[in-house]
């Protein structure tokens, strides 16, 4: 879902660029002493995953991780990807540094939503699965959404494109929540401490 | 406090040594073209091989951006045009844009003198009915016997260039395939290895702080 270079208008980049700063800030100043390592591995795990195709769907999906990314990190989210997104820019030649501002915008203000969303809900075990699945799937909904929007500002209408957008990120949707599922059900097994449950 | 960064280490290590068998597969949207005679031919790609149907492609001006035509691709993702006579006559750098939607969007600069060495023949017309329009461009008479050799020797250019365009081809083909290159494992690694290292320098900063603060 990175959008690529040249196709949004000059406003819409502009303020990507500011809102993308704007949580950035406000993200590295969450990011205390003990939050950097696990900022920074799931910062290199959404770098990654964006390399993980799924053979579904008309176009072209890769898995985003940014449920994942956003319950466990909150407004750290922003920078780590921020960085992942500059990285892919620069390694793969993903989207592009122009468009920097805006894709870091479209991923991680849904991963902040999950976060308020979704949290609450997982600290309960029993709905924690749940919760871990919305988290995921909701995401990439949000993400899809925020993508058709910024190219309707651009260019096309939104309703046709968020249609063709939201369709072609379903199945990514579907197994973004089994992978968040799995993967906080497992930490909160194993290692609680990472997901923060105990603080608010 | 180590405990959970372990498992983490861990967990993030088993899913890199997973997923680096498809690390082949990328997310972009390229698009290559390659000249035969006076028709360009192309092809685009999503990076994970998936090629993107009846996506629209822009033939532009490289200087200007002004569009000389727009067609689309087909089922498999190709395309194909006859050079518009505008840009052959004027020698236009092109830029070809492919533009799948969704914000999928690749370039291919077509600078002319890729397309119209290869394009002064009229190639698809054959060697038999190009030697009279050779023989009246360059000869007053037909039967001046110095003209004659003339002709032969243009003649003989124009079928070495078809025969080495059509051996070229393929070669061009897989030229501008190669152009695109596709993560490997130090793109990866770089990237882990900057992000890292950014963690690094957050970390020294903090204690730094903390240090000055006490």
């Known amino acids: 879902m990175h959008i690529s270079e040249g196709i949004l208008s000059a406003p819409v980049l502009i303020s990507g660029g500011v809102i993308a700063a704007a949580g950035t800030v406000i993200g590295l100043k969450k990011v205390d002493y003990a939050r950097i390592m696990p900022t920074a591995l799931l910062s290199s795990a959404f770098f990654v995953a964006s390399l993980i195709h799924v053979p579904l769907g008309p176009g072209s999906v890769h898995l985003v991780l940014n449920g994942l990314l956003g319950i466990i990190l909150g407004w750290a989210g922003f920078p780590a990807i921020l960085i992942a997104l500059f990285l892919q820019a620069i390694f793969f030649q993903f989207g592009g540094l122009v468009v920097l501002g805006v894709n870091t915008v479209t991923m991680a203000v849904p991963a902040l939503c999950c976060y308020y969303l979704v949290r609450p809900w997982l600290k309960n075990p029993k709905t924690r699965p749940v919760a871990a699945f919305c988290a995921g799937a909701l995401a990439i909904f949000l993400s899809s959404l925020l993508v058709a929007l910024a190219l309707a500002l651009s260019d096309s209408g939104f309703l046709t494109t968020a249609k063709v957008i939201i369709g072609a990120n379903v199945p990514i949707m579907i197994i973004e929540g089994f992978i968040t599922m799995f993967t906080v059900t497992f930490l909160a097994r194993v290692q609680p401490e990472i997901l923060h449950l105990d603080q608010p | 406090m180590n405990c959970p960064y372990r498992i983490l280490t861990i967990l993030f290590l088993f899913s890199i040594s997973v997923l680096l068998p498809l690390t082949a597969h990328a997310h972009k949207l390229r698009i290559f073209a390659w000249s035969e005679g006076d028709i360009i031919y192309g092809e685009t790609a999503f990076s994970g091989n998936r090629k993107p149907k009846n996506a629209e492609i822009t033939v532009q001006d490289a200087a200007n951006h002004a569009v000389l035509l727009t067609t689309r691709t087909d089922e498999q993702g190709k395309f194909s045009f006859t050079m518009p006579d505008d840009a052959v006559r004027e020698h236009l750098d092109l830029l070809l844009v492919v533009n799948a939607g ?55 250019r124009r079928i070495v260039d078809e025969e080495l365009e059509k051996k070229l081809a393929p070669l061009r083909h897989m030229l501008a395939e190669n152009k695109d290159n596709s993560p490997d494992l130090r793109d990866i690694l770089g990237g882990i290895g900057y992000i890292l290292g950014l963690a690094g320098l957050l970390a020294w900063m903090q204690a730094k702080k903390q240090q000055r603060s006490k």
Not at chain 2, 111 to 140: C, D, F, Q
């Open chain 2, 102 to 156: 969704e914000g999928h969007r690749g370039e291919w600069p077509l600078p002319a003198a890729e397309y119209l060495v290869l394009n002064t023949p009229p190639m698809s017309t054959g060697v038999k009915e190009s030697k009279p329009t050779a023989v009246t461009n360059h000869a007053s008479s037909p039967a001046d016997p110095t003209n004659t050799v003339l002709v032969d020797e243009q003649l003989l």
